[in-house]
């Protein structure tokens, strides 16, 4: 009886230690499938100028003198003054953040063929940034003038003039000779909860004059699995900074499962914007479509503002 009680003992143990190994492997291979452990992670601290008109002209100066450089007779004497200029203005720390990010299909999938198939790689990374604050709906202020035709008008761009925010389109719809809603179709980027918009009378039939709506709720920027450089409709690139390209990435030596970059993305912030997060990205391009995205985030404590003569500083730890 001790016999068949010892081995039923060892049964049950040997198939609870074989259903704990399948949902560790189904807890492995989930981790693995939503890029947890092939992510990076986003540290960004913004500085703002002690003085910010002074190092907007400092930035705007010296771009004029690199342009100067192929010129016979220019000499590097007054581009020297200017950069050690900027480098003597100070700048306080405006705000910090960090995120997670997510790395789409086609991050992951290069990643694997180039190191397990051995296919021919140079490292070459660079970063971009993320608009934050689209449109997610609106309330109806003002009414457009006019004798309207009732219907529904899609592809109606909002226009703008109280904010930096650009982009926004709506579908809206007239019944009764009034406008009854105004459905966003494109969030854009950019805006701020109050916002004024208007709505075109060009874009209504028989307004007379402009119909306005107002910013009620934003939308977040999204992720997906499915995210290329060529299309990612759930977020949009910022460009709001002079560097002529996107910010080069160089990395230092791994160590502990971890690689992280040797120096600081900086930013030179030329705008007022509300960045969501940033991306990783193999073409320097700004607003270019090629290349591969390996991976894209946002803040998980919302967006941040950053304004013209800020710095925008952004480390990044990528661990396996």
Known sequence: MSNQRGRLGELIRSRAAAAAAVVRHALLEERLGNGEHFGFRYELRCFSPVDPQAVVQLRAAIAEEISRALRPDWTPHWLIRLQRELAGQPFELAWDGAFLNLVPTGGADDILTKY???????????????????????????????????????????????????????????????????????????????????????????????????????????????????????????????????????????????????????????????????????????????????????FTGGNKAVASGDTLSVSATQSV
Do not use: C, K
């Open 116 to 298: 397990f198939a051995g296919s021919t790689y140079t490292a070459a990374w660079y970063m971009g940034l993320v608009n934050g604050n689209g449109v997610a709906t609106v309330s109806i202020t003002t009414q457009p003038t006019g004798t309207l035709t009732n219907g529904t008008y899609t592809g109606v761009a909002l226009a703008d003039d109280s904010s930096a925010g650009v982009g926004a389109v709506a579908t809206v719809t007239v019944s009764s000779g009034a406008v009854s809603a105004v459905t966003i179709t494109a969030p854009g980027e950019n805006y701020a909860i109050g916002d004024t918009l208007y709505i075109p009378s060009g874009s209504i039939t028989g307004a007379t004059a402009n119909g306005v709506v107002t910013v009620a709720t934003l939308q977040p920027p999204t992720f997906a699995a499915g995210d290329t450089m060529a299309s990612h409709a759930g977020w949009t690139e910022n460009a709001s900074y002079s560097n002529a390209a996107r910010p080069t990435l160089a990395f230092g030596t791994a160590a502990s499962r971890s690689i992280a970059l040797s120096s600081a993305a900086a930013f030179n912030i030329n705008g007022t914007a509300t960045i969501a997060g940033g991306f990783f990205t193999t073409v320097s391009t700004i607003g270019g479509t090629t290349g591969i995205l390996y991976s894209a985030g946002a």
